[in-house]
């Protein structure tokens, strides 16, 4: 089946420190979606995107969906102890499709 | 508000039973999914249901049974010819359209003894 490349598969950060993470396939995608999962609970959606080259913003997060449909990134500046946890991209290939998952990345924040 | 809920939050069963994850959705969505996730890992699809009283095999199928006899109600169960059950489990639902995502539930973790 597709598959997203989620990139990095951990990163450990001081707070305050800014974050980057990202996601690739080599397939076009028609929907981008950020998840956050907190520890021992079920992910919760943080960003949606649907146009290529939009620029997404939620509190400290961004996230933005790349210009070619094969990429998205998400960002968080300054980042705090409760951004601890696994984020996770997502994907559409069609609008009735069912949601291709990166493999997440684990962020470890340092007070 | 509407949601969608999965009980018990923890689950002990001893070797060789089966045993059955509950999840109930109040969203109104058509689709609803079970996945499994182990520690440090990603999501990986056990099942998947767009519509009552029928599912689909995701891609670790083999263990596992569903029903979907309602729309609210998408019942997982591990049976004793799942290898290795304990893990994470999470149930998803969402509308006919998946562009707006999944919403999950707060999962159940199942532990064999």
């Known amino acids: 089946g597709q598959q997203l490349n989620q990139s990095p598969q951990s990163m450990f950060i001081q707070e305050g420190e800014d974050v980057s993470m990202n996601c690739t396939s080599s397939?076009?995608?028609?929907?981008w979606l950020w998840y956050k999962q907190d520890p021992g609970e079920g992910p919760v959606l943080l960003i949606a995107l649907y146009k290529a080259g939009e620029l997404t913003s939620n509190g400290r997060l961004t996230a933005q969906f790349g210009i070619t449909r094969k990429d998205s990134f998400l960002n968080i500046s300054a980042s705090i102890p409760s951004d601890v946890g696994i984020y996770f991209c997502?994907?559409?290939?069609?609008?009735?499709?069912?949601?291709?998952f990166g493999e997440g990345t684990q962020l470890t924040v340092n007070p | 508000d509407g949601g969608i809920t999965q009980s018990p939050k923890y689950l002990f069963r001893k070797e060789g039973q089966n045993v059955t994850l509950s999840c109930e959705q109040n969203l109104n969505h058509d689709a609803m999914y079970w996945y499994r996730q182990d520690p440090g890992q990603g999501l990986r699809l056990i099942y998947y249901?767009?519509?009552?009283?029928?599912?689909q095999k995701g891609d670790i199928a083999e263990g596992y049974s569903v029903s979907r006899e309602k729309k609210e109600s998408f019942p997982l169960t591990v049976t004793s010819a799942q290898k290795n059950p304990t893990a994470f489990y999470l149930c998803?639902?969402?509308?006919?359209?998946?562009?707006?995502?999944?919403?999950f539930g707060s999962g159940t973790r199942l532990t064999v003894v």
């Open positions: 998803a639902s969402s509308r006919e359209t998946t562009n707006y995502g999944y919403t």
């Open positions: 249901s767009q519509i009552v009283n029928d599912f």
């Open positions: 397939s076009i995608f028609n929907t």
């Open positions: 997502a994907g559409t290939l069609t609008s009735g499709s069912r949601l291709t």
